[in-house]
């Protein structure tokens, strides 16, 4: 399995982004997916993540409310909105595929930078 992410960028505090995720498989074929990111000098930590058979999404306290985790099955994508952003949402956030029974599979980081 290959991850393709694209989407990260700069903006300002209040910002918007969206994030892209394209497995190289049908994401039918994934039990998840979603989104990791890791701040420089901090540990990495889950943002979002969405099971694609039944969309139950999970979202991490500090995305809540400012996050949307969500299918885009015409085009094989699971995207992220990332609304209202703060300069501590400044990260590398890393695509990341649930193959089921523990196994996950990483794809290359995109980094956001929010800075006034």
């Known amino acids: 399995v290959q991850l393709q992410a694209s989407g990260g960028g700069s903006v300002q505090p209040g910002g918007s982004l969206r994030l892209s995720c394209t497995p190289s498989g049908r994401i039918y074929d994934y039990a998840g997916l979603g989104w990791y990111r890791q701040a420089p000098g901090k540990q990495r930590e889950l943002v979002a993540k969405?099971?694609?058979?039944?969309?139950?999404?999970h979202y991490e306290d500090f995305v809540k409310g400012r996050a949307t985790i969500f299918r885009e099955y015409w085009i094989n994508t699971v995207s992220l909105q990332l609304n209202n952003l703060k300069p501590e949402d400044t990260a590398v956030y890393f695509c990341?595929?649930?193959?089921?029974?523990?196994?996950?599979?990483w794809g290359q980081g995109t980094l956001v930078t929010v800075s006034s």
């Open positions: 969405i099971m694609i058979h039944n969309s139950i999404t």
């Open positions: 990341f595929v649930d193959l089921g029974g523990g196994s996950t599979v």
